[in-house]
């Protein structure tokens, strides 16, 4: 992927500096010279031109020496000596002698800010017109490449430029109004009768605008399919007039040829030392693949005239459900608030307290008896003659004030039975002691004893020596250097000393090999001759 251009740094700093008015202003004086073929300006001249582009403020006679110096120096401007000017004094030299000229960086930049106003104040349209204009251009091409006289090369030069502004217009137009029509999409207008009538406007444009845009993108496929299957000589040597030998002598395919005869008829200047035609050729190489591109690429792929028919379409879409969502939004029954503001101007006008109360009830119905559906539960010792006042009370629910609703009774949940529970946590309570026995068991010592002749211990045993060796392990030695540690229960008691050789153990497990030092321990349950006696009796 190539890299993006550069742009030279200082070619837009006259656009935000302090005097950015005066600097753009000058540089436009000089851009207007130039449409009129005056390339080259005095002070006075430059300030003549001002007003011409719309500058009437006083400029000082430094301000405008400054400025021109400043474009000087960001390589804008040319300073050029007239020699052939006759001056008295230095002031004279200074006004008739020097002039000033627009460098190309500066016809650049003169271009480029142009250019972005003119994209500022523009709108993008699609245009079926300029559809139909590439297809006549393709069409009247076709026809003067199957005449081989080198006369009608200019009219094939000429054919060629106006499809490439097409394409440039197409491009252009249809990326603006893309853009504006995104926005558009994202948009929230505040008058809802204006932002109705821009977006209904805008889908019976697009719709008139997708119509037979299919048919007319397939008529523009045939018509450079044919301009490419052309084949002959191109210009031979007409173009060979400075231009190089244009790019005659065989073309390979139809778009070879008609370039090849546009450059004929270009009429490009010879500069010895210079090739103009390559590059022409090369951007006019760009610009076909371009237009195959939005109709017929080469790859197969789809071309990007199809992809402005689907973002159409959906845009399409978008807009009529936005549409529709604005007419139900207008449909509906005005917002809670507007409702609370109207209400409060009808009781501010209500006639009297009475009137104030009835429209209360109207419009809250707070008064009203919800229970009025409630019956007795016996309904046939009640006649029904009988008034509400004198009737019997009916149980209300306090459910129906808060939630508008009755309780209602379910089935009552069935008890669980637990008993097949509680047997498993027994069975599995009764496992784990068992479990838990077994490794004390396996683990008490008739004696102090050496860690390493335990030798072999299966994987739950060396867990519960394991937890042993670290609870006597985190208590502090005694006076004669025995640490003691007993289990959460209190059953098991385990006495441990570092042994003074600096032996080291190797107990095996199922799970692999254990190696540590070779405590000297004594694990018994409570009650029993402590380590320090069996150590002396041993």
Not at 141 to 164: H, K, S, T, V, Y
Not at 301 to 318: C, F, G, N, Q
Request: hydrophobic letters at 40%.
């Amino acid at each position: 992927m190539a890299e993006p251009p550069r742009m030279p740094p200082e070619m837009f700093r006259f656009t935000s500096t302090e005097r950015a008015d005066l600097h753009t202003a000058v540089l436009y004086a000089f851009g207007e010279a130039d449409e009129r073929l005056e390339t080259a300006l005095t002070v006075d001249e430059v300030r003549e031109r001002l007003r011409s582009v719309g500058w009437y403020a006083p400029v000082s006679e430094q301000d405008l020496s400054g400025t021109l110096r400043q474009l000087t120096g960001w390589g804008l401007l040319d300073v050029i000596f007239n020699h052939a000017g006759s001056f008295a004094t230095a002031e004279e030299y200074e006004r008739r002698n020097l002039q000033y000229a627009l460098t190309r960086r500066g016809e650049a930049a003169y271009a480029g800010v142009r250019h972005a106003m003119a994209a500022l104040s523009s709108f993008g349209a699609l245009q079926t017109a300029v559809l139909d204009a590439i297809a006549d251009r393709l069409g009247e091409l076709d026809g003067l490449l199957r005449d081989p006289d080198p006369g009608r090369n200019r009219r094939i030069f000429a054919g060629l430029q106006e499809l490439e502004g097409h394409l440039d217009a197409l491009r252009t137009n249809t990326r603006r109004f893309n853009g504006e029509l995104q926005r558009l999409l994202r948009v929230e207008g505040a008058d809802l009768a204006t932002f109705h009538e821009v977006k209904a406007a805008t889908v019976a444009y697009l719709q008139e605008f997708v119509t037979n845009l299919e048919q007319r993108g397939e008529t523009i496929a045939a018509a450079l399919e044919a301009v490419e299957g052309h084949t002959g000589n191109g210009a031979g040597n007409g173009a060979g007039n400075g231009a190089g030998n244009g790019a005659g002598n065989g073309a390979g395919n139809g778009a070879e040829l008609l370039h090849a005869r546009a450059l004929d008829g270009a009429g490009l200047p010879a500069v010895p030392g210079t090739d103009h035609a390559a590059p022409w050729l090369a951007a006019r190489t760009a610009q076909w693949e371009d237009l195959r591109a939005w109709f017929a690429p080469a790859d197969g792929s789809m071309p990007r005239v199809r992809r402005l028919h689907d973002v159409a379409r959906r845009a399409i879409v978008s807009l009529l459900q936005v549409l529709g969502r604005i007419t139900d939004s207008r449909r509906r029954s005005s917002s809670a608030a507007a409702d609370f503001r109207t209400l409060a101007r009808w009781f501010a006008t209500a006639p009297g307290e009475d009137d104030a109360h009835r429209l209360w009830d109207a419009a809250f119905g707070l008064g009203s008896a919800r229970h009025a559906h409630l019956g007795h539960a016996d309904a046939e010792l009640i006649p029904s003659g009988v008034p509400w006042a004198e009737a019997e009370p009916v149980e209300v629910s306090a459910l129906l004030r808060s939630r508008g609703r009755t309780e209602r009774m379910g089935r009552t949940g069935k008890v669980r039975d637990v008993a097949a529970l509680k047997a498993g946590r027994r069975e599995r309570a009764e496992k784990e002691r068992a479990e838990l026995e077994a490794a004390w068991s396996a683990l008490a010592t008739t004696g102090a004893m050496r860690l390493s002749q335990l030798g072999k211990l299966d994987h739950e045993t060396f867990g519960r020596l394991l937890d042993l060796l670290g609870r006597a392990l985190a208590e502090r030695p005694d006076s004669t250097g025995f640490r003691r540690a007993v289990t959460s229960d209190g059953r098991v008691e385990i006495v441990l000393r570092t042994p003074e050789d600096g032996a080291v153990a190797v107990l095996r497990t199922p799970e692999g090999w254990f190696r540590g030092p070779d405590y000297l321990i004594d694990v018994r349950t409570l009650g029993e001759t402590g380590l320090s006696e069996r150590v002396v009796n041993a």
